[in-house]
């Protein structure tokens, strides 16, 4: 059977898009480069007004900010570096912020990539490449997750769920500061969060990892 | 444990009427059979690790209705996507990131221009560089001494050759030597085509994709062959791969994605289900 191209306009509901007062809002900090749309989107099904931008008056007045990461920490600390007062700031605020994937490693301490390098320094710990070995680097794919520490965060999360990663270097800190760990070759830390507890940040891509990071990103604007 | 990703390939072209649609889809049950962002939703439900779209209209026209497909595509489908076909430059892979793609794979131009994998892998990350390595048998050994010569199945040595233009154009390039250059170049994975293999229903071309898995240090994707999941079970185990690509076993709605993944747990190849 053959479907018309076309349906009939009168046939197809399009909600308007709507924003009060009772929708948070998100801010993720525009620095660059890389896929943004993806993150957005998720976040925007979980039901937050989103707002991509690298405005400090932005950035500070958010609910909840996301630090995306795409790219070498380097170069992606030197675009951060004028911003780096803003997201202190917003960090002491106490309000919730989620590091993706580079944006999770530019949390710590320090990184080796492209000669050791100085982090944000809201997480304590290392950034290190992964040895060389028989296993494939990139870290590239799905991979099971073990939750080592309840947080708000990963609610409703099983141990054992399939998240995306693509990394070439692992987050290493301490065990306070790890929620979920990974194994590939070694076990590293693939969530992190801050002493405080409003500074999480994955490894993995929520906003690439079907239902499970949607639900992730949705615990992370009910925290907001 | 990493999983063996399984990732459906879709050829986007555009009908008379201007609007888009995926060579070789025979749904029956879909209201818009040859919708990509429909099937990129069905294979997503069905449990694809990843999706692969590959804009075979290779014109101005198609570029821009290809950018419209991939936002689409991005709202609704959250796993990764590679989106190729036709990409020159720097401008063309911004302009499909942004669109809301992971990673883009690049063919032709890297031939042509290898320097747009270590620039575009410098400004982007390695992990979004795909290169796409199409290669052909060539059973010619005597006449090219410096070429990797592999084993085939019945023992016959062979040389892979670089394709360009869709397998149309020999280039005298050796494809393992092509491969670990990419490497060195910054690209973050290759997704491996052997045109001998291509559209036979046969399996993936075994030789060279286990050599270049075992040579490089970046994962490898299986493409062209396949006819049934033994097939995607002889890629990771006989050839090593990292991930398996597909399209008409898919299309033809013979197998499902999950089918395929149901078939290689039980042989004990890591899957996500």
Same mark, same amino acid.
């Given at each position: 059977m053959k479907y018309p191209n076309k349906i009939p306009h009168r046939y197809i509901h399009v909600p308007k898009p709507f924003f009060n007062s009772h929708m948070k809002k998100i801010v993720i900090i525009d620095y660059g480069l890389g896929n943004l749309r993806s993150v957005r989107k998720g976040l925007e099904h979980a039901g937050a007004n989103v707002i991509i931008s690298s405005d400090p008056e932005e950035i500070k007045s958010a609910d909840g900010v996301i630090l995306p990461g795409v790219g070498a920490f380097r170069d992606a600390m030197k675009n951060v570096e004028s911003l780096r007062s803003t997201i202190d700031e917003y960090v002491a605020s106490g309000k919730p912020m989620l590091g993706i994937c580079l944006g999770q490693q530019m949390m710590?301490? %320090?990184?080796?990539? =492209? =000669?050791l390098t100085e982090g944000l320094n809201l997480v304590k710990g290392q950034v290190l490449r992964f040895p060389h070995s028989d296993l494939k680097v990139p870290h590239m794919g799905w991979n099971s997750i073990k939750i080592t520490q309840q947080h708000p965060i990963f609610n409703g999360i099983n141990d054992g769920s399939f998240v995306y990663f693509v990394h070439s270097y692992y987050v290493d800190t301490t065990d306070k500061n790890t929620l979920i760990s990974c194994e590939y070759g070694t076990e590293f830390a693939a969530a992190i969060v801050n002493d405080a507890g409003n500074v999480v940040g994955t490894q993995f891509h929520p906003e690439k990892s079907g239902d499970t990071g949607l639900k992730i990103l949705k615990n992370f604007v009910a925290m907001c | 444990m990493l999983t063996k990703r399984i990732i459906p390939c879709l050829d986007v072209t555009l009908d008379e009427e201007g609007g888009t649609v995926v060579k070789g889809?025979?749904?029956?049950?879909?209201?818009?059979?040859?919708?990509p962002v429909e099937l990129a939703k069905r294979y997503n439900e069905q449990g694809a690790d990843e999706l692969v779209f590959l804009d075979i209209t290779a014109s101005h026209e198609g570029r821009g209705t290809m950018v419209k497909v991939i936002e689409r595509t991005a709202n609704e489908v959250f796993i990764p996507l590679t989106v190729g076909g036709g990409i020159n430059s720097i401008e063309d892979i911004r302009q499909i990131l942004r669109a809301g793609a992971d990673k883009v794979s690049i063919n032709t131009a890297a031939v042509k221009n290898p320097d747009l994998i270590k620039e575009s892998s410098d400004i982007f990350g390695a992990q979004c560089i795909v290169t796409a390595i199409d290669c052909r048998r060539n059973l010619d050994v005597e006449n090219n001494p410096n070429k990797t010569i592999l084993e085939l199945e019945d023992g016959t040595p062979a040389w892979y050759e670089v394709v360009i233009y869709g397998g149309r154009q020999? %280039?005298?390039?050796?494809a393992v030597q092509w491969a670990k250059k990419v490497e060195e170049l910054g690209s973050g994975e290759i997704l491996l085509t052997s045109m001998d293999k291509d559209? %036979?229903?046969?399996?993936?071309?075994?030789p060279i994709t286990r050599k270049l898995s075992e040579e490089l240090e970046i994962p490898i994707i299986a493409s062209g062959g396949v006819g049934n999941p033994e097939h995607m079970y002889e890629g990771f185990t006989k050839g090593k791969a990292d991930a398996a690509l597909a399209a008409s076993i898919f299309h033809f709605g013979e197998y499902t994605v999950n089918d395929v993944k149901e078939y290689l747990k039980e042989k004990n190849i890591p899957v996500r289900l």
């Open positions: 710590l301490s %320090t990184s080796e990539e =492209g =000669g | 889809i025979e749904f029956v049950d879909l209201r818009k059979a040859g919708d020999p %280039t005298g390039i050796d559209g %036979t229903y046969d399996g993936f071309d075994i």
